[in-house]
C-alpha cells in the first residue's frame, strides 16, 4: 500500500511538472512591454516631430481605427499605439504588440503596404513629404512590430531597440 502511494506521488509530481514545463515552454513572448509607453519614449527622442494624434488599442474605437494602419486580423493585435502628424504631414510612428510573433511578417508586409499606399497619396497632393515616407522604417523584437516615419528614423528605432536591450 505504501508502494502505491509513492508511486501515485511521483506520478502526479511529474504530471504537475509537465504542466508547468507546457505552461512555461513553448514560443518565448519575450518581455511584457506597453506600446504606448514605448511610442511615446520613441517620439521624445525626435524633437523635429510636429503635434501628434494619438490612437490606441485602448480607445473605444481602438479595434476600428487599427484598420487605418493595418488590415491584419484584428484579432491577432495584443495591443497597439500609432500617432500620426495632426497637419497632414508624413510623420507616424505605431507599436504593435501581438499574441504571438509568428504574425509579424504578415504585419510588417501590412505595413509597407500602408506606406506604399501612403505615398501614393503624398504624390497626389504633398511631393515633399515623399522622402520621409521612402525612408519609413518597419522592424520587429520578437512580437513587436514598429512602424517609423520621421526624419530621425535611426534615432527612432534605436530607441524601440533599447526596450529590448534593457531586458537582456
Same mark, same amino acid.
Given at each position: ?10 506520478? =502526479?509530481?511529474?504530471?504537475? =511538472? ?25 517620439? *521624445? ?15 473605444? *474605437?481602438?479595434? *476600428?481605427?487599427?484598420? &487605418? =494602419?493595418?488590415?491584419?486580423? &484584428? ?49 497626389? &497632393? ?8 521612402? *525612408? ?7 512580437? &513587436? ?24
Amino acid at each position: 500500500m505504501e508502494r502505491i502511494r509513492q508511486t501515485l506521488g511521483l506520478t =502526479l509530481a511529474a504530471l504537475a =511538472l509537465l504542466a508547468m514545463c507546457a505552461c512555461a515552454g513553448g514560443e518565448d513572448a519575450g518581455p511584457d512591454l506597453d506600446p504606448a509607453d514605448m511610442a511615446r519614449a520613441m517620439m *521624445d527622442v525626435d524633437t523635429t516631430l510636429p503635434e501628434m494624434v494619438e490612437r490606441s488599442s485602448r480607445d473605444a *474605437d481602438g479595434a *476600428d481605427s487599427f484598420t &487605418y =494602419l493595418s488590415d491584419l486580423d &484584428y484579432g491577432k493585435v495584443e495591443a497597439y499605439f500609432y500617432a500620426c502628424a495632426d497637419a497632414g504631414t508624413a510623420e507616424e510612428i505605431a507599436v504593435v504588440k501581438l499574441k504571438d510573433k509568428g504574425d509579424a511578417a504578415a504585419l510588417m508586409e501590412s505595413l509597407h503596404d500602408h506606406i506604399k499606399a501612403r505615398q501614393g497619396t503624398f504624390e497626389e &497632393y504633398d511631393p515633399e513629404q515623399l522622402p520621409l515616407t521612402e *525612408d519609413a522604417v518597419v522592424t520587429r523584437e520578437g512580437r &513587436y512590430v514598429t512602424l517609423i516615419v520621421s526624419k530621425k528614423s535611426g534615432l527612432v528605432q534605436k530607441e524601440f531597440q533599447n526596450f529590448f536591450q534593457q531586458e537582456k
